[in-house]
């Protein structure tokens, strides 16, 4: 059976970093994935992980290199190889960098490019401002063609009122209506 090709792309909300590691194994019986991290990602210290420390990780998914350059960015669009990209988790910045069009970063540049393919891209954000600009850039986004997002909650509604995660335990489900060009519903659910 061919795996289908999936590039990951993995930004700040660094407290999720956990989340998707955990996700990420349930996912490689059924997808090829190849990673692209943001430029923070792969080189900023966090108290949730050292950047290596979580490179390391990441390299146990895969047999691929992992991108982090805006060069290397560049080589995806060309090669026309990967069935969907996931960004998972999303920042806020990345978010409105592609509702804007800013290229900028390597997982933004990979984006355009799984965009000029005409292939779809999955979105999850998670953000402390949903109730907010964020959440009005996502909304924005997904509007478009092949954008599409994971379903979200909000995390904490005491104490971040405004803040809202997607719900990372279902992205596979997420991933399979997406190859179909389906937003999975409901798209505002609650807690994990």
Do not use: W
């Amino acid at each position: 059976m061919n795996k289908k090709q999936v590039l990951f792309g993995i930004c700040g909300s660094f407290c999720n970093h956990k989340k998707i590691l955990d996700q990420l194994a349930k996912l490689t019986d059924r997808y090829d994935l190849t990673f692209v991290i943001s430029e923070n990602t792969a080189k900023l210290d966090t108290r949730f992980f050292q950047h290596a420390q979580f490179r390391k990780a990441l390299s146990a998914f895969t047999t691929h290199d992992i991108i982090d350059t805006i060069p290397e960015s560049e080589k995806v669009g060309p090669k026309n190889q990967y069935d969907v990209m996931v960004i998972a988790p999303a920042s806020a910045t990345t978010v409105s960098k592609l509702v804007n069009g800013i290229y900028d970063t390597s997982v933004t540049l990979a984006a355009k490019a799984i965009l000029r393919n005409d292939k779809p891209i999955l979105i999850g954000l998670s953000t402390n401002d949903f109730i907010g600009i964020s959440g009005a850039n996502l909304l924005q986004l997904i509007a478009r063609k092949n954008m599409y997002t994971l379903p979200m909650y909000q995390d904490d509604i005491q104490q971040k009122p405004r803040s809202m995660s997607a719900r990372f335990d279902v992205l596979e489900e997420a991933i399979e209506h997406v190859l179909q060009h389906q937003q999975m519903q409901p798209v505002f659910v609650g807690k994990e």
